[in-house]
């Protein structure tokens, strides 16, 4: 478990962490979004869902990694934070706070001042994070989640936050 002298590393994401990506993408998912979405995302988001979406996404991925294994992703898209997770393991440990800043700076560097992400209104544990973290929930609204036939519609809260843009992030290769 990382402790106060071994530091979590944050590096791009290549192919061959597509694999731990979606285990913790899938695992993570299910914690938070079973029994708080509409049960045609639930069908369609299956293991090999994430394990697919994992490697289409790897451009958009910062990992962080301790002692050679991923502890976590964040995926940025333009001024949204669309993935923040953390493996199990090592949930309290730090990891998120890390992955979130670093999902800040990286929409500052894109220009953008204010930074967006959608949680499912049922994921408390989520909300509460973010809230920890200085992201105001600006309210409800309809997400348009991927799907195969189209976008799926989930009932989330719009969480902001300022963002400055800043060079110099803290991703450095291992």
């Avoid at 290549?14 to 731990?20: I, N, R, Y």
């Avoid at 509409?38 to 869902?49: F, G, H, I, M, Q």
């Avoid at 898209?77 to 700076?105: C, I, K, M, N, P």
């Avoid at 204010?114 to 049922?122: D, P």
Wanted: glycine share 10%; charged share 25%; net charge negative.
């Amino acid at each position: 478990m990382p402790g106060h002298d071994t530091p979590i590393a944050l590096r791009p994401a290549g192919p061959a962490d597509a694999k731990a990506v979606a285990d913790i993408w899938w695992g993570g998912w299910r914690d938070g979004h079973l029994g708080h979405v509409p049960d045609d995302l639930t069908a369609v988001r299956t293991a090999e869902s994430f394990t697919s979406r994992a490697a289409q996404r790897v451009e958009d991925t910062v990992v962080a990694v301790f002692d050679g294994a991923v502890a976590g992703f964040v995926m940025v898209v333009v001024d949204e934070v669309e993935q923040v997770y953390v493996a199990a393991d090592y949930r309290g440990t730090g990891v998120a706070s890390l992955l979130l800043t670093q999902a800040e700076r990286l929409v500052g560097e894109q220009g953008h001042d204010r930074a967006w992400l959608a949680v499912a209104t049922g994921n408390a544990r989520a909300r509460h994070f973010y809230q920890r973290q200085g992201w105001a929930d600006e309210g409800p609204f309809d997400y348009p989640a991927e799907g195969p036939d189209g976008p799926i519609h989930v009932l989330c809260h719009r969480y902001v936050k300022h963002v400055t843009g800043r060079r110099g992030a803290d991703i450095r290769p291992l």
